[in-house]
């Protein structure tokens, strides 16, 4: 069984940067691969990026390339997403999700999912 608990939301002015964490219980988080989502109101969940089990694989979508950036520690059973050049348009609930499946965009693929931290970009 893996909990995870995000961290680090807030409001923040465009341009800004921010880092999410994603801590997680238990050992087996280390042997996950874990993915970031956002919601927006009145939008579909999105996917931004993942990382695998070891962190040497990452897998990011279109528009969070460039400005996204995946990170994790085993160490602290944590993984990070570093936002930055934040825009109005990425105010949304963020999740994070763990699941055996490497470095994947699908959401039935992961097992285990936070409860979310909402970020909010004011212009």
């Known amino acids: 069984q893996v909990q995870l608990v995000e961290s680090g939301g807030g409001l923040v002015q465009a341009g800004d940067s921010l880092r999410l964490s994603c801590e997680a219980s238990?050992?087996?988080?280390?042997?996950?691969?874990v993915g970031w989502f956002r919601q927006a109101p009145g939008k579909e969940r999105e996917f931004l990026g993942s990382?695998?089990?070891?962190?040497?694989?990452?897998y990011y979508s279109e528009s969070a390339k460039g400005r996204f950036t995946v990170s994790r520690d085993n160490a602290k059973n944590t993984v990070y997403l570093q936002m930055n050049n934040l825009k109005p348009e990425d105010t949304a609930v963020y999740y994070c999700?763990?699941?055996?499946?490497?470095?994947?965009?699908?959401?039935?693929?992961?097992?285990?999912w936070g409860q979310g931290t909402q970020v909010t970009v004011s212009s």
């Open positions: 990382i695998s089990w070891i962190g040497v694989s990452t």
């Open positions: 999700a763990a699941g055996p499946v490497s470095v994947t965009a699908t959401e039935i693929e992961y097992t285990y």
């Open positions: 238990g050992r087996a988080f280390r042997m996950y691969a």
